[in-house]
DNA sequence: CGGCCTGGAGATCCTGGTCA
DNA sequence: TGACCAGGATCTCCAGGCCG
């Protein structure tokens, strides 16, 4: 092949726009859900720029550790790669920016449903340790895309995991024969709007009450999130019977982990804002 | 020498055929 | 109709090599 000599060379930019362009309509078909053939867009993508299909492969996978960054649903079938180019911020910064509905995609507002509702939580992620550092490239990606104020900001994905929780407390509090408590539960940020410091009041089978704020995310479990002030006084308020549920991944196979009063034990808090008032 | 890239092994999924 | 199977297609992962 003529394009032997590319191996082992930098990827140019034009050919960074061309693979995340196609990472990113692989990635709007499996938020679709509509099957579609990796190898096929990999032979594609071949064909454009002539490298081969290991490479490729393994570009993908770089995209998928920066969107992994950015809080964004990467492709599961890509697990992310480090080692990164710088350049590689670069066309994932040109691609949304020029498509900037992408990074803020809504996620399936029909609400998933789950045959196995235990089957979706999962334990809290472990903090890395030491914290890894992020180049200044990703730095810089990073606040120009935060995906903590998109999260926040995104008020469908916030009804969307109070709904899917809802519904996985249903079912559980019927598979445990208590559906007369199941009926009982209330949608609170719903019915009475937001202030009370939860979003959900459920029950444990022994009828016990349970306040559930849910924070849900379309990126992965690390992502970091806000908590509002009384949020926070709620939780310490009602220690026993408060909890956090963090729905992450949302838009494509949703999993839950909890978190338990006192918060301070489990995350660390940094604030981000102030009131501020004329004196 | 270290960052970056490659090739291929093995695992898994999918499809179409056979048979009860 | 549905269970089962073979083998082809596709996916995933990573050890090791190349190049600036």
Known sequence: MAYDSK????????ELDVIVADYFSMLGQELARHPYVK??????????IGRSRGSIEF???????????LGLPWIFGYKPAVNFQNALFDAIDRHLTGNRDEAYRQAPTRVLHVAEPQSV?????????????????LE????????VERDFRNREL????EQFVLDIERQRLIDQDRSDLARKIRWVSMEDG??????????EPTGTEMLIEVKTANGAAKTPFFLTRTEVEVAEERKDAWQLYRV???AQTPQIFTVNPPLAAALRLDPESWRAAIR
Not at 158 to 161: A, H, I, L
Not at 194 to 203: E, N, P, R
Request: proline fraction near 7%; charge should be negative.
């Open 121 to 137: 939580f999962v334990p809290m992620p472990q903090a890395e340790d030491p914290p890894s550092k992020r180049s200044a490239g």
């Open 59 to 69: 570009k993908y996978q770089n995209i998928s550790a920066v969107l992994h960054e």
């Open 7 to 14: 191996a082992g060379s930098d990827w140019t930019d034009d």
């Open 248 to 250: 992450h991944r949302f």
């Open 39 to 48: 190898s096929h867009h990999n032979a594609a993508v071949a064909g454009a």
């Open 158 to 161: 916030g009804k969307g995991g």
């Open 194 to 203: 937001d202030g009370a410091g939860y979003d959900i009041l459920s029950f």
């Open 140 to 147: 810089r990606l990073v606040r120009k895309f935060d995906p």
